[in-house]
């Protein structure tokens, strides 16, 4: 299961994302990497927001 960190919602594989970043080894519709990890959203929007201030949403 692949989970949006931003709504903690899970992304569906039947789900085609348009966005870059689709594809690879998820079907999330969009991914950025932060601090050597790989995190996965079920939109660009979720995507713009953790790149705006990751320290919200991942634990220490």
Do not use: L, W
């Not at 789900?15 to 519709?29: D, K, L, N, Q, W």
């Not at 601090?35 to 790149?51: D, L, P, R, T, V």
Request: hydrophobic residues 25%; negative net charge; contains cysteine.
């Amino acid at each position: 299961m692949t989970e949006c960190i931003v709504c903690e919602s899970e992304i569906e594989q039947g789900v085609i994302g348009p966005e870059a970043g689709y594809g690879g080894e998820s079907y999330a519709p969009a991914q950025t990497e932060h601090a050597g990890e790989i995190y996965y959203f079920c939109c660009s929007e979720h995507k713009e927001s953790f790149e705006s201030d990751p320290e919200q949403y991942v634990s220490s």
